[in-house]
Nanobody, 114 residues
Framework: QLVESGGGLVQPGGSLRLSCAAS????????MGWYRQAPGKQRELVAT???????NYGDSVKGRFTISRDNAKNMVYLQMNSLKPEDTAVYYC??????????WGRGTQVTVSS
C-alpha cells in the first residue's frame, strides 16, 4: 500500500514537500518514485529512485525537484521548489516490484496558482 501526503495549494515560486509511505513487502533495492497527471494529459514521470544514487527526473522538473528516500521507514519524498502553474497535477507515488509490476498510490493534488 502506498499513501501520499503533502499536496496542497501553493503560489508560483513556492515550495512543497510530498511524502509517500509504503507498507507491505517493500524491498529497498526496488524503484520508488513519483509520476503526475494533469487534466487532459497523460501520466508523466516526475522522479524515480533506485537503491543508491540511481535517480531519474523528468526534463520539466530537473533542477527544481529532488527525490529522496528513507529505506528504514519505507518512505519516499519529493521536494518541489520554484513551482510553476504547469506543475499543477495529481501526484502519484509508485513502487516497482522485482518482477516489474507497478503499484500506485491514490494520489495527492498539487495546485500552483496565485
Amino acid at each position: 500500500q502506498l499513501v501520499e501526503s503533502g499536496g496542497g495549494l501553493v503560489q508560483p515560486g513556492g515550495s512543497l514537500r510530498l511524502s509517500c509511505a509504503a507498507s507491505g513487502s517493500i524491498f529497498s533495492l526496488n524503484t520508488m518514485g513519483w509520476y503526475r497527471q494533469a487534466p487532459g494529459k497523460q501520466r508523466e514521470l516526475v522522479a524515480t529512485s533506485t537503491w543508491g544514487d540511481d535517480t531519474n527526473y523528468g526534463d520539466s522538473v530537473k533542477g527544481r525537484f529532488t527525490i529522496s528516500r528513507d529505506n528504514a521507514k519505507n518512505m519516499v519524498y519529493l521536494q518541489m521548489n520554484s513551482l510553476k502553474p504547469e506543475d499543477t497535477a495529481v501526484y502519484y507515488c509508485i513502487y516497482r516490484s522485482s518482477i516489474g509490476t507497478n503499484y500506485w498510490g491514490r494520489g495527492t493534488q498539487v495546485t500552483v496558482s496565485s
